[in-house]
């Protein structure tokens, strides 16, 4: 069965240190892999997406992530956060397997940027 | 930044009550999900559309809960009789097609009590 996850329910960090949110996923395939922010009530806003290619993918505000087939991860970084990155981070897997192609998510991960 | 429109924000429901909410998918998106997250930030798929057509949903909206896609009109998800455990915050997703990525609306958070 797919699934996705996120080993650290909570990170905190000071403001311009750099940052990595881990991300394992479970499936046999080739995987779509997401990671979304969902910032104090609101909904789920997407920070970039791998589908092949390059590991290394690039989304908004300066984060980025990398796929490793070896390790069935795709963690998120950055390179110095800014309190505004407050926010709880969401991984997800998008599989298309008997033409299902709901994301499933992992459980998130609050973080906290001290200022 | 999407531009999935969810209307109410907010529903409050006594148990028993129906509850309907409303979803606008981004201009030119054929393809909605609708996604049940609870206070413990889990997910649930609960149904997706291609146009007005069902694609796949769940066992728990066979039951309670039934959903629209009507032509020209907003999408809509309805628990005719709500329960407490029905509390939560509904997303709605739009995609251009079924597999592309999916972007999200702001949600409408439902409290049952």
């Known amino acids: 069965a797919q699934s996705v996850t996120q080993p650290d329910a909570r990170v905190t960090v000071s403001e311009g240190a750099s940052l990595q949110l881990r991300c394992k996923y479970s499936y046999s395939g080739t995987p779509y892999l997401f990671w979304y922010v969902q910032y104090p009530r609101q909904g789920l806003q997407l920070l970039l997406k791998?589908?092949?290619?390059?590991?290394v993918v690039q989304g908004v505000n300066g984060f980025e992530a990398e796929f490793s087939k070896s390790n069935s991860s795709f963690h998120l970084r950055k390179a110095s956060v800014h309190w505004s990155d407050s926010a709880v981070y969401f991984c997800?897997?998008?599989?298309?397997?008997?033409?299902?192609?709901?994301?499933?998510f992992g459980s998130g991960t609050q973080l906290t940027v001290m200022p | 930044n999407s531009k999935v429109i969810q209307t109410p924000r907010y529903l409050v429901k006594g148990q028993g009550q129906k509850a309907k909410m409303r979803c606008i998918p981004e201009k030119g998106h054929p393809v909605v999900f609708w996604y049940q997250q609870n206070k413990n930030n889990e997910f649930k798929f609960l149904i997706n559309?291609?146009?007005?057509?069902?694609?796949?949903q769940i066992d728990m909206t066979e039951k309670r809960f039934s959903a629209e896609c009507p032509s020209n009109s907003p999408c809509s998800l309805e628990i005719q009789s709500s329960e407490a455990g029905d509390s939560a915050l509904y997303l709605c997703a739009s995609s251009l097609y079924i597999q592309d990525t999916q972007y999200f609306g702001p949600g409408t958070r439902l409290l049952v009590l």
């Open positions: 997800a897997l998008k599989t298309g397997s008997s033409g299902s192609w709901q994301l499933i």
């Open positions: 791998y589908y092949s290619g390059d590991p």
């Open positions: 559309f291609q146009n007005q057509e069902v694609l796949q």
